[in-house]
């Protein structure tokens, strides 16, 4: 007689926080919430820390609750969590008027959002591809200025050889080198 449970939203190594009504705009959020995405959870708390836009605070604010959620309740670790999503959602908008011109009314829409955060906790496996991707980068970065720094190289040896040809001293009038192209 007795209803089913609901199925839980997030997995066991997840943990999720939910703001409603955030006053700002979907598409403004979703600038804040694109830049921490993917990123470790302590990065991205720095992040959103020295982010200059308004509604960074709030962001930050939710992600505090999802580690909190994640250390309290799913007893994760707080070291090792990353931000696996962060999604925006549109909700209610304030209608208002403004008075114009001539009688006339415009009106101002005040757009509300609402925003997820889920957390997860990296697996080994999932740490060593970072840090070997993080590596792979860095390799191929180093590969591109030694690349780059060999082209340099030999660009400047061109031209120094070019300059000690140009200055390369010219034998005197009354030598025999002239002597034999004078006769």
Do not use: H, W
Not at 142 to 156: C, D, L, Q, R, V
């Amino acid at each position: 007689m007795s209803q089913e449970a609901n199925k839980p939203r997030t997995a066991d190594n997840e943990a999720m926080a939910y703001a409603k009504y955030i006053r700002t705009s979907p598409r403004k959020l979703n600038l804040v919430a694109a830049m921490i995405r993917g990123k470790t959870a302590e990065k991205a708390l720095i992040d959103l820390q020295f982010c200059r836009r308004r509604i960074a605070q709030d962001v930050k604010k939710v992600l505090q609750s999802a580690v909190a959620n994640a250390e309290n309740n799913q007893s994760l670790d707080v070291d090792r969590l990353i931000v696996a999503e962060a999604s925006v959602g549109k909700t209610m908008t304030m209608k208002r008027f403004s008075a114009r011109a001539r009688g006339r009314a415009a009106r101002i829409e005040k757009p509300f959002s609402n925003l997820t955060i889920i957390v997860r906790e990296e697996t080994d496996e999932m740490i060593k591809a970072r840090t070997a991707k993080k590596l792979s980068r860095g390799m191929k970065r180093n590969a591109a200025i030694e690349k780059s720094a060999a082209k340099e190289k030999t660009a400047a040896d061109k031209k120094s050889a070019a300059a000690a040809k140009k200055s390369s001293p010219k034998p005197a009038a009354g030598t025999a080198a002239n002597a034999k192209k004078e006769a």
